[in-house]
């Protein structure tokens, strides 16, 4: 028999998120960037037809890609964390692949990991610098 405070819960439950290689439970430890497509392959990929695709790239120039984004799962098996590409398959269900350094392409407001390559390496240096005493890389001595 159920317990009646199981059978009215209508919080949600967790997310069954698994490591596919242990088969634990993965926390989170990111947001959630998602997706977007800005050319034609990109949908093809995912099933759309080529001439549809082109269409709708040269309407709308990026389009969202529901049920797919990047996260950072913690795994208490191997003590580390790694990105992710999530695919929503079904209501409850996903689909994990390692995130190839592609993907980080099509996700909007994120520094590249290599850094931008317009920024020289001083100015690089100077925004990770975080004390008052960067004058002296301009030769002054206070």
Not at 21 to 48: N, W
Request: proline share 6%; charged share 25%; with cysteine.
């Amino acid at each position: 028999m159920t317990r009646r405070c199981d059978r009215n819960r209508k919080r949600s439950k967790r997310r069954a998120i698994h490591c596919p290689i242990h088969q634990c439970y993965l926390d989170s430890v990111s947001l959630k960037y998602p997706l977007f497509a800005e050319q034609a392959e990109q949908l093809q990929a995912r099933g759309m037809s080529s001439k549809r695709s082109r269409l709708v790239i040269s309407s709308y120039g990026t389009v969202p890609m529901p049920g797919e984004w990047l996260e950072n799962f913690w795994c208490n098996e191997c003590q580390q964390s790694q990105w992710y590409h999530v695919c929503k398959t079904d209501e409850r269900t996903y689909e994990l692949r390692s995130a190839p350094r592609e993907l980080w392409q099509q996700v909007p407001n994120v520094i590249p990991p290599a850094g931008n390559p317009t920024v020289g390496e001083f100015t690089r240096r100077q925004a990770r610098f975080t004390s008052l005493n960067g004058a002296r890389d301009f030769g002054c001595r206070g």
